[in-house]
């Protein structure tokens, strides 16, 4: 499975930016997305994760509300729609892929698959 990710940049606090994630090669039909980012001096941290077959979501809290995981299936592609963007949101986002499990887990360790990072910058 191959990732691409994009659609970072540089926007003011308040803000919004919808990140997307492509995915090509081989996928199993039970599988979970995840974006995954890692902020300045600052160790990688879960954001959120869908899974695909039941379609369940989860978030961190830091972004619960403000946040939106979701899924087109005829592009393949996954997204990250970020709303009320705070200062504290600027990193590099990552998004992965899991091919085992049905659950929307939160463990880095259950993605296999990882894109190469999208850099969200959110001024204040």
């Known amino acids: 499975v191959q990732l691409q990710a994009s659609g970072g940049g540089l926007v003011q606090a308040g803000g919004s930016l919808r990140l997307s994630c492509a995915a090509s090669?081989?996928?199993?039909?039970?599988?979970?997305v995840g974006w995954f980012r890692r902020a300045p001096g600052k160790e990688r941290e879960f954001a959120a994760a869908?899974?695909?077959?039941?379609?369940?979501?989860a978030y961190a809290d830091s972004v619960k509300g403000r946040f939106a995981i979701s899924r087109d299936n005829a592009k393949n592609t996954f997204y990250l729609k970020m709303n009320s963007l705070k200062p504290e949101d600027t990193a590099v986002y990552y998004c992965?892929?899991?091919?085992?499990?049905?659950?929307?887990?939160?463990?880095?360790?259950?993605?296999?698959?990882w894109g190469q990072g999208t850099l969200v910058t959110v001024s204040s």
């Open positions: 992965a892929v899991s091919l085992s499990g049905n659950y929307p887990s939160n463990d880095p360790g259950r993605f296999g698959y």
């Open positions: 869908l899974s695909v077959i039941t379609g369940r979501t």
């Open positions: 090669g081989r996928t199993s039909s039970s599988y979970t």
